[in-house]
């Protein structure tokens, strides 16, 4: 059975750091482009990075380029989301998807974590 679980969301103030992990059980982690997704309230859930299995290629959205870097470490299993710079349009609930792709996709994800919550204070 496949599991996906973040962490390390929580409350910060604008121009602060948080580091997200997430954390992929049941599945070959190598096999599989990871993504990140976030939801704010009252809104549709938006993508916001990608990386290739290998972790050779990655994509942002506007959004977040030069302020977010993602990475994955194949070894533990591991997606990471280091987040720079915050601002309060931040905020939402981050979430971490897995599919078993070639390349780094914007949708289509098959397996998603719960989500954790990253709170940006003005």
């Known amino acids: 059975q496949v599991q996906v679980v973040e962490s390390g969301g929580g409350l910060v103030q604008a121009g602060g750091s948080l580091r997200l992990s997430c954390t992929a059980s049941?599945?070959?982690?190598?096999?599989?482009?990871m993504g990140w997704f976030r939801q704010a309230p009252g809104k549709e859930r938006d993508w916001v990075s990608c990386?290739?299995?290998?972790?050779?290629?990655?994509r942002y959205a506007d959004s977040v380029k030069g302020r977010f870097t993602i990475s994955r470490d194949n070894a533990k299993n591991t997606l990471y989301l280091q987040m720079n710079s915050l601002k309060p349009e931040d905020t939402a609930m981050y979430y971490c998807?897995?599919?078993?792709?070639?390349?780094?996709?914007?949708?289509?994800?098959?397996?998603w974590g719960q989500g954790t919550q990253v709170t940006v204070s003005s």
């Open positions: 998807a897995a599919d078993p792709v070639a390349y780094c996709p914007r949708e289509g994800y098959g397996y």
């Open positions: 049941g599945l070959t982690f190598d096999d599989y482009a």
């Open positions: 990386i290739k299995w290998s972790g050779t290629s990655t």
